[in-house]
């Protein structure tokens, strides 16, 4: 079965970095996404990782270790726009594309 | 925008009540999923078609059902419905039903039953 964590909150201050981590157990690995999700919306593709580094996006980066079964949600410069829930998801990599998610971690930005 | 519509956007009924979610995935995407989020639970997957032909289920329960039809449109049926059962339902598509495709999420279906 699919097992992931990751920190139910958070807290940063505006214009700092900000970490978001995220652990899994899976019994096969086909690469790891992040979503965000503002308050009453839709989730919104963020990164997929399926190797071991970093994968840069303009202020966002995701770090993936396959042996580690550990990844992170780098934030740079944070916006006040910023605030909103970080999800980690895996697909089950069974027949189809389903995704297992973590239960988010929800990013307080403060001035 | 995401390209994904849902219909209705809000939706009020009782308990054991019968409703219709609907689902248009962006163009030219074959694949639909639905996921139900509720506050205790989160985002969990529900079931996945492609291509009109069910691909995968998930924690899905019997009462619930969804089909996916020739012009790729989808359908999640609810019925016998739950006070548990007030949750956000999502639809998101992706172009092909593979592993590692970003999934493009529709607005949701906010489904309150009293």
């Known amino acids: 079965g699919q097992n992931i964590d990751q920190p139910t909150e958070m807290t940063a201050t505006e214009g700092a970095i900000v970490q978001i981590n995220c652990t899994y157990q899976?019994?096969?690995?086909?690469?790891l996404f992040w979503y965000q999700q503002h308050a009453g919306e839709a989730p919104t593709f963020l990164s997929y990782?399926?190797?071991?580094g970093l994968e840069e996006k303009g202020r966002f980066s995701s770090f993936l270790s396959r042996s580690k079964g550990y990844s992170y949600l780098l934030l740079k410069e944070l916006q006040m726009k910023d605030s909103a829930s970080y999800l980690c998801?895996?697909?089950?990599?069974?027949?189809?594309?389903?995704?297992?998610f973590g239960g988010g971690t929800r990013l307080m930005v403060k001035p | 925008d995401s390209g994904v519509t849902q219909t209705p956007k809000h939706l009020i009924t009782a308990t054991g009540q019968r409703v219709t979610l609907r689902c248009s995935p962006r163009?030219?995407?074959?694949?639909v999923y639905w996921y139900q989020q509720s506050l205790d639970q989160g985002l969990q997957f529900l079931i996945q078609?492609?291509?009109?032909?069910?691909?995968a289920k998930g924690n899905i329960l019997e009462r619930f059902s969804a089909q996916q039809f020739p012009d790729l449109h989808s359908e999640l049926n609810l019925s016998s419905l739950e006070l548990g059962d007030s949750a956000l339902y999502f639809c998101?598509?992706?172009?092909?039903?593979?592993?590692?495709?970003?999934?493009?999420f529709g607005p949701g279906t906010r489904l309150t039953v009293l």
């Open positions: 990782n399926v190797l071991d």
């Open positions: 998801a895996v697909p089950l990599g069974n027949a189809g594309n389903m995704l297992t």
């Open positions: 078609y492609y291509n009109g032909e069910e691909r």
């Open positions: 899976t019994s096969g690995f086909n690469g």
């Open positions: 163009s030219g995407d074959l694949s």
């Open positions: 998101a598509s992706s172009v092909r039903g593979q592993e590692g495709l970003e999934q493009f």
